[in-house]
């Protein structure tokens, strides 16, 4: 059955930020004076105010006054001062303090967030700054909780919304009743139907509805005027769950507190509740809950995501990759939403899904008493002419069209596996949303995957897929995980057993993959390919790394890759042959747009990168980083058009090869990182003809205004790099040409000189060749210095016939200067 196709919520603006470059936040020593006046309090930063624009969503934590009434913790909209101050949209200081200087952290959080330009719910509990809990009857304890460990925590995180969330222990002997309660202050909620909150079990679990929340008339929790039972079911000790309850007709319109009631006696209990808001009728298109997903549904921002909290107009996405671990920290903080451009006023999109049925025990009363349905079809034993089709998007009354767009099945509970598609055959799998679980897909041979969707995923990769045989990857996005390709065959649709065929270019089509936010590890990784591969389209936006590519065996081509917002753009390694992307685009890459290591020939074609002027160069948290890293290998780049980072290559006999490429960031003389790193350029800069080898220790690249004679160019040797002058004769060896030679006559190699200085030194080198009789080096070089040019010779008799390899070279340790080779001649008696 199909899910309802998106509704429009209404306009709002979202940023196509750049990737925050650590986990563990930025760490800043605020001076704070604070203003009793709401949206007053001064912040300034000394500097690093300039990270920061006006609409900044940011998260501060680790922020301790020692004054509860003086607390900045949380999360706030910013309004930019200016470079060094800001102030903390809505937060009232209880008094107007002496200023304040305390070390504290925060995290830019508006990489995740849509802001609409109008709320479409009504706050009611359980949000926003405050200090103090619900109040509780006897046998009740209240209080507000928050992670114990920020960074490294992954499970019983009790964060969810601004900061803090609110717990309520029910003890044994309270028996029912009204547990506690909160004064919410005088609302109208006439206009709602629908009640929205995160709840997290704390030192149990349980299932079942024996608990109530009441909205009521008076500020005590005392008159009940709307009655919502909730249901336990899917509610988890290590993970948020999202509750929402419909009551099917309005609220009332003077309520002023919200309480808990114990309807029926469980013993003992323990909830963590944040973020409990009032939603419009399930009718109306802008009725937005924590179960909705929620998007912009356009073919440049395809991806849907799960809800965080919402607050007014600020929606935050769910980032977090596993489902028991904190949203800030080494477990959250590496996802980004990755819009593709920054919007104001563009359409919002929400939509529901259809809920994996949830099967209980009649005891109910633990987590060992419940087991929940995964979506598991059996798919195994097809045959290529009787192929399987595993479809959503049919009509909610009897199925008999498809005329929804998708069915989007929603785990409910994050389990692990929640969608297991392990051991199918010949089935084609289409529209189909994944929410809230995990796609696990394994030993599958000869499936295909179109318009399919991924969402709010749970677990370490939120689409697996290992060692099957693929026909098709078409129109498959994710929003904010890590899709994970290992061991793949990736062939045409028309494969069959005994029949397989490689995709190739005529097939690219059928492989477009959309993925944004990744993980720790990537927002694409493919590793351990098993056949040679052409895919068509890789979008990656967010994320430590936007694609990654390890241990492919073999030759692997990629029509289009488009990488943004990423720390790292493309990182590479351990491939044992080729790599291949035609076409790749990069824009606001926080480190590195490329890194390559341990990898065979990369060939990239039309690499374009840009950074965005929009948007503060500061969110940059690594602006000198280069572009290009290549530690081993080489990496060929036709056309390359780098704007705004600079451009280099570093290690150990990495070698990067440039034509044609258009450079107008910034990038050294000597771009070269250390050890034997080599970048040789063809075309330079774009202008024909004008070719640069960097070296570690130098630059060779032809020159027309020095010359021996007077047409075509001399060759430049200058000696001093990233790596120091150039102090041994291998430093800048260059071959100049392997030539054929005849048995039993001299071979005589003559070329020109201008050599600067006496201690920078030139020779022409004739290599050794024992199969033609030359068993040394023979080496000339310059004994003395002068101004003027002064012809090398080196000569060589062989014993029989072959080649020759002449080079030149340029070394001297305390000089920095340049020698020039022109008009090499070779002769032979």
């Known amino acids: 059955m199909g899910s309802p196709d998106p509704t429009l919520v209404g306009t709002g603006n979202v940023t196509a930020n750049w990737q925050p470059a650590s986990y563990n936040g930025g760490p800043m020593y605020p001076t704070i004076t604070f203003s009793t006046t709401t949206g007053a309090t001064n912040i300034n930063l000394s500097g690093i105010g300039t990270k920061f624009s006006t609409g900044d969503t940011i998260f501060i934590y680790e922020f301790n006054p020692g004054d509860a009434n003086e607390n900045i913790n949380g999360t706030w909209t910013v309004t930019r001062v200016d470079a060094d101050n800001i102030k903390l949209d809505g937060y009232t200081a209880a008094s107007a303090a002496t200023s304040l200087s305390i070390y504290t952290k925060y995290i830019i959080r508006t990489n995740c967030t849509i802001m609409l330009d109008t709320a479409v719910n009504q706050n009611v ?178 991806c849907w995501y799960g809800i965080e909290s919402i607050n007014g107009k600020r929606v935050i996405l769910e980032s977090k990759y596993r489902a028991n671990a904190s949203a800030i920290g080494y477990y959250g903080n590496w996802q980004n939403a990755g819009f593709s451009a920054n919007l104001s006023s563009t359409n919002i999109y929400k939509r529901e899904t259809n809920r994996l049925k949830t099967i209980i025990d009649a005891n109910g009363t633990s987590s060992t008493s419940a087991t929940f349905s995964n979506f598991n079809v059996a798919c195994s034993d097809n045959t290529s002419t ?11 009354t009897n199925m008999s069209t498809q005329s929804l767009d998708s069915s989007f099945i929603d785990g409910i509970t994050k389990q692990p596996n929640s969608f297991t598609l392990n051991s199918w055959s010949n089935c084609n799998v289409s529209k ?80 477009e993959l959309y993925a944004t936010g990744g993980n720790y590890i990537a927002t694409f990784y493919i590793t351990n390919t098993y056949s040679e591969s052409y895919l068509g389209k890789l979008t990656a936006r967010g994320g430590t790394i936007g694609f990654r590519l390890d241990s492919s065996n073999y030759k692997i081509t990629f029509d289009e890759v488009d990488v943004s917002a990423a720390n790292n753009g493309i990182v590479t390694y351990y491939n044992n042959d080729e790599i291949i992307i035609n076409n790749l685009t990069q824009k606001n890459i926080n480190a590195t747009g490329y890194r390559s290591g341990q990898s065979s020939v990369t060939t990239i074609d039309n690499f374009v990168y840009t950074q965005d002027t929009t948007i503060f160069s500061d969110y940059n948290t690594q602006p000198n980083a280069e572009i290009v890293q290549v530690t081993e290998g080489t990496l060929v780049l036709t056309g390359p058009q780098i704007d705004g980072k600079n451009f280099a290559v570093t290690g150990s006999g990495g070698i990067l090869k440039t034509s044609n490429d258009q450079i107008t960031g910034t990038y050294s003389s000597t771009p070269l990182g250390q050890n034997n790193g080599l970048w040789l350029r063809r075309n330079a800069n774009n202008v024909n003809g004008v070719y640069e080898n960097h070296y570690v220790k130098g630059l060779v690249k032809n020159d027309t205004s020095t010359r021996h004679t ?57 290599e050794k060749n024992a199969l033609i009789g030359i068993t040394a080096d023979v080496v000339t070089e310059t004994t003395s210095y002068s101004s003027s040019w002064q012809e090398l010779t080196a000569q060589v008799t062989p014993t029989a016939a072959g080649f020759i390899n002449v080079y030149v070279t340029t070394y001297g340790a305390n000089q920095n200067d340049t020698n020039y080779f022109d008009d090499m001649s070779i002769t032979q008696a």
Not at 386 to 396: A, C, L, Q
């Open 386 to 396: 009787n192929r399987i089709t595993v479809s959503g998007g049919w009509d909610r």
């Open 710 to 766: 007077n047409s075509g160019f001399a060759w430049s040797f200058y000696n001093n790099g990233t790596g120091g002058r150039a102090t041994s004769v291998n430093d800048l060896k260059n071959h100049f040409g392997k030539f054929a030679v005849a048995s039993g006559s001299q071979v005589t190699v003559k070329i020109w000189v201008l050599a600067s200085n006496s201690d920078v030194k030139a020779q022409l080198i004739i």
């Open 432 to 511: 189909i949303g994944f929410v809230r679980g995990t796609v696990n897909m394994q030993s599958n041979n000869y499936v295909a995957f179109e318009n399919i969707d991924i969402a709010h995923q749970c677990g370490d990769y939120g689409f697996y897929a290992s060692y099957s045989k693929i026909r098709k990857l078409k129109n498959i996005t994710m929003g904010m995980h890590c899709m994970y390709l290992s061991g793949a065959y990736f062939l045409k649709d028309s494969s069959t057993q005994g029949n397989e065929i490689n995709s190739d270019e005529s097939s690219k089509a059928d492989y």
């Open 125 to 302: 509990a359980s949000f926003g700054p405050r200090t103090t809990s619900w109040t509780a009857s006897s046998n009740i304890t209240t209080s507000l909780v928050t992670n114990n460990s920020w960074i490294w925590g992954s499970n019983s995180q009790y964060f969810n919304e601004h900061y803090y969330s609110d717990r309520i222990q029910i003890a044994d002997a309270f028996g029912t009743g009204k547990a506690a309660y909160w004064a919410t202050g005088a609302l109208d909620l006439s206009s709602y139907q629908q009640l929205s909150f995160k709840l997290l079990g704390g030192a149990t679990q349980y299932y079942g509805s024996n608990c109530s929340l009441r909205l009521c008339s008076d500020s005590s929790g005392n008159t009940t005027v709307n009655t919502l039972n909730f249901d336990l079911t899917g509610n988890d000790k290590d993970a948020w769950a999202e509750v929402v309850v419909d009551l099917g007709s309005n609220f009332g319109n003077n309520i002023n507190s919200i309480a808990l009631y114990v309807d029926t006696d469980q013993g003992a209990q323990d909830f963590i509740i944040s973020n409990i808001i009032a939603c419009k009728s399930s009718s109306s298109a802008d009725s937005l809950t924590h179960r909705s997903i929620i998007g912009l549904n356009t073919t440049a921002d395809p």
